[in-house]
């Protein structure tokens, strides 16, 4: 079966641009949780959603804000892009949010703030 | 909170020589423990996890990990490595009442170079 889908797969910004990026879960699963990858920082955890409900976020400023929808399909949005936000955003999905569900990774969204 | 080491950044190796990628966990609760892989240009891929039961688990791509809880340690193996072995590991964690803590906190990966 298709895996987590991420779009777009690459974009560029400008500093104080807004962004929105998509991601469509592996059919039937539920839960959907973001991810940052920086160098420095490593893979922070944004966000999780479960029911179209925020149910945890990461320390991230408020710019940083996401949604899910009926289909448990979820977007995240960055406001006022900052250098500082370049990144590979990750996206993944699991059946349930249950600790020991399996998370599936998506192969993630390069964005590139100027 | 929960904080995962991984003690070495880069691990270089020939192929067909033996491995060991270092993961120490810190955690107030019990956890579940996980080593994820990342290729060049590629998302996360889940190579092994542990929930319970036997401390030494295997993926199908040869490595295993075994789980020390006395020394809060997840230590990824492999005997013979590949070139095709060469990529980024992530060790993981996550609590196991999940809930409101359903989420992974990762390691600063070691990046595994297997050189011919």
């Known amino acids: 079966k298709a895996g987590v889908t991420q779009t777009p797969r690459y974009l560029i910004k400008t500093r104080g641009q807004q962004v929105t990026l998509s991601c469509s879960p592996i059919s039937g699963h539920r839960s959907v949780s973001w991810y940052q990858q920086t160098p420095g920082q490593g893979l922070q955890f944004l966000f999780e959603y479960f029911s179209e409900t925020q149910r945890n976020k990461g320390n991230f400023p408020g710019r940083f804000s996401g949604r899910q929808f009926s289909n448990s399909r979820s977007e995240m949005n960055v406001s006022t892009l900052e250098l500082g936000d370049s990144a590979l955003y990750l996206c993944?999905?699991?059946?349930?949010?249950?600790?020991?569900?399996?998370?599936?990774f998506g192969e993630g969204s390069w964005l590139t703030v100027v | 909170a929960q904080s995962v080491t991984q003690l070495d950044s880069q691990v270089p190796v020939f192929e067909e020589a033996p491995v060991e990628l270092r993961c120490n966990y810190s955690s107030s609760v019990s956890v579940y423990l996980f080593w994820y892989v990342q290729y060049p240009n590629q998302g996360l891929q889940l190579l092994l996890k542990?929930?319970?039961?036997?401390?030494l688990v295997e993926s199908i791509n040869g490595f295993e990990a075994e789980f020390n809880k006395s020394q809060t340690s997840f230590h990824l193996r492999k005997p013979s490595v590949h070139i095709s072995d060469t990529a980024e590991y992530f060790c993981?964690?996550?609590?196991?009442?999940?809930?409101?803590?359903?989420?992974?906190?990762f390691g600063k990966g070691t990046l595994l170079t297997v050189n011919p």
């Open positions: 993944a999905s699991s059946f349930l949010p249950e600790a020991g569900n399996t998370i599936y």
């Open positions: 993981a964690v996550t609590s196991r009442g999940g809930g409101s803590n359903y989420k992974l906190t």
């Open positions: 542990y929930l319970s039961g036997s401390t």
